[in-house]
């Protein structure tokens, strides 16, 4: 079950959340028993029936079977479903720090009053504090109807909602002149599998290549659950067109599809890796390159997913002291004058990449918080990520050097992205940023 099991556990919550306020907005509201019977009816089979695609997530066979119904059938019966789910997780995360807020000041107030006040005045009190708190109660879950409609609006159905990002300046020390304003394109967690095809991806490459990159780069999570997929990646993605090349680094949904593949040095995702050689597409499995001609090069290191056995506790875990001993390894074998470029699934390698001197790290993992994104606060994306990931979407420096986060292309799980696009981002590199 794996990470899968947390997820479970937060669906029946925000589930249970959600009905109880909807429930008690109907006792409060519908005084007639019959229209009252009519209304709880009613409020349990939607509930039902808007979950029920959703249980696909949670049973793997069931997400497998999903490959033989056509994509646009998915969309149209995951639609409603999916802004269920956003309308849900926004709900509670809405409501529930108020409930939990207005319950320590009622208790606040009840100890208060039983200090202060007569017995007669006790009642008083509480007998209007009941009124208003049912109506608060009764009222609230109001809301969900009301965030389900946002929810509908801003669901993202599929890849046709592609944002190509603005093109980001990225200095880079010690850049060839002959690689000043080389454009990097990068994509991310494409997912592969029911609900991203060979048709959506030969979509996804016609808009890539239309930018005209330099160079291509795929941070992982090439393939969703499962090798089967594998060939409409590989149809999909055998159309990139690239001057120096396209390269990939591997995610942890790639060794969970392909875990039973082996060579002497990896465990997991050899057949990914065969069948992207096959399309000219380069995996780099804690390894270095140089790009570019002659003198004129920089290094560019790609970063495996580090835990190969999809069965331990620490499979989904960012794999710190490996993470640093492998790029110290792989920056003994750069020339310390060299640019550097590092490609990895995990966001976190960012922190762990700075002391080697690498300027650029790009990364995808988070899916830009979650797929769920409430808004921004000071730049800074807020998102259900935010319990898990540090870096969530987006452009971060420190200390002089650079990290992005894709927001990605496919799904984890469910169709659904709110406030959170699929994403193709663009860089320049630079000598000098003032150009």
């Known amino acids: 079950m794996g990470f899968r099991l947390p997820i479970l556990l937060l669906f029946l919550l925000v589930n249970g959340f959600a009905y109880l306020a909807l429930r ?10 019959a229209r009252r019977r009519r209304a709880m009816l009613a409020l349990h089979l939607g509930v039902l029936l808007l979950n029920l695609p959703l249980i696909a997530f949670f ?3 069931l997400n497998l079977a999903l490959l033989r119904i056509p994509t646009g059938v998915l969309e149209v019966v995951f639609y409603p479903s999916t802004a269920w789910l956003a309308t849900i997780i926004a709900f509670f995360m809405l409501a529930a720090p108020l409930a939990l807020l ?4 009622q208790g606040l107030k009840m100890l208060w009053r039983r200090r202060r006040s007569s017995a007669a005045a006790k009642r008083s009190a509480g007998g209007v504090e009941l009124s208003r ?3 608060l109660a009764g009222s609230a879950g109001l809301l969900v109807p009301a965030i389900y409609g946002v929810a509908a609006y801003g669901t993202y159905g599929s890849i046709g909602d592609l944002d190509i990002s603005d093109e980001r300046a990225i200095l880079m020390r010690n850049l ?28 996804l490459v016609s808009e890539l290549n239309a930018l005209r990159p330099d160079l291509v780069v795929i941070t992982g999570d090439i393939l969703d659950w499962s090798l089967s997929s594998l060939p409409d990646a590989v149809s999909g993605l055998r159309g990139i067109q690239s001057s120096l090349g396209t390269f990939a680094v591997l995610g942890n949904h790639d060794i969970y599809a392909d875990q039973y593949s082996y060579t002497q040095e990896h465990r997991g995702g050899v057949e990914i890796v065969k069948g992207l050689q096959s399309i000219g597409i380069r995996t780099l499995r804690n390894e270095v390159i140089e790009v570019g001609e002659g003198p004129d090069q920089l290094a560019l290191l790609g970063l495996d997913w580090l835990s190969p056995n999809p069965s331990s506790p620490n499979f989904y875990r960012y794999q710190q002291a490996e993470t640093r001993r492998l790029l110290r390894r792989m920056s003994e074998q750069i020339a310390a004058e060299r640019p550097k470029i590092l490609l990895a699934h995990h966001p976190d390698t ?14 995808g993992h988070t899916h830009g918080g979650g797929q769920v994104l409430f808004g921004y606060w000071n730049g800074v994306p807020l998102g259900i990520g935010l319990m898990r990931f540090k870096y969530l979407s987006g452009l971060y420096q420190e200390q002089g050097r650079s990290l992005y986060v894709n927001r990605g292309i496919g799904y984890l799980g469910v169709p659904i992205r709110i406030n959170c696009p699929p994403e193709i981002s663009s860089f320049r590199l630079s000598r000098t940023l003032n150009r």
């Open 102 to 105: 207005w319950g320590l000041v």
């Open 133 to 135: 708190r049912g109506f």
């Open 24 to 33: 008690r907005s109907v006792l409060h509201w519908v005084r007639d028993e």
């Open 59 to 61: 049973i793997r066979w």
């Open 176 to 203: 060839p002149r002959s690689l000043d304003g080389l454009r990097i394109i990068q994509i991310s967690d494409l997912h592969v599998g029911p609900y991203i095809r060979d048709k959506e991806l030969r979509g």
């Open 350 to 363: 960012f922190g762990d990449a700075v002391p080697y001197g690498i300027d650029l790290t790009l990364s």
